[in-house]
Nanobody, 115 residues
Framework: QVQLVESGGGLVQPGGSLRLSCEAS????????MGWYRQAPGKQRELVAA???????KYTDSVKGRFTISRDNAKNTVYLQMNILKSEDTAVYYC?????????WGQGTQVTVSS
């Protein structure tokens, strides 16, 4: 049974920071490209940051320089460090594990940026 469990969301003021975590179980973690997506109310789900098959990373333009994705294969965990948060970063953030044949999603964690 595959599980992706996100944590670390919450309410933060503009300019603040949060670190999201996603712990995976039931998959060969190191073989999957891990990523973070988000969905704001009334909008489509969008890629925020992800690892690529080439071993690199990619980010949506609006978070470049502010967010950093990292992973710890020993802990089966992927992280999203979010700095200089803005109100437009408010969304539900989802962890994604993408393999050659399967893609899995977590249940999401709410991030709200507001004063």
């Amino acid at each position: 049974q595959v599980q992706l469990v996100e944590s670390g969301g919450g309410l933060v003021q503009p300019g603040g920071s949060l670190r999201l975590s996603c712990e995976a179980s039931g998959i060969m973690f190191s073989a999957f490209n891990m990523g973070w997506y988000r969905q704001a109310p009334g909008k489509q789900r969008e890629l925020v940051a992800a690892f690529t098959y080439g071993g690199g990373t990619k980010y949506t333009d609006s978070v470049k320089g502010r967010f950093t994705i990292s992973r710890d294969n020993a802990k089966n965990t992927v992280y999203l460090q979010m700095n200089i948060l803005k109100s437009e970063d408010t969304a539900v953030y989802y962890c994604n594990a993408e393999g050659f044949a399967f893609s899995y999603w977590g249940q999401g964690t709410q991030v709200t940026v507001s004063s």
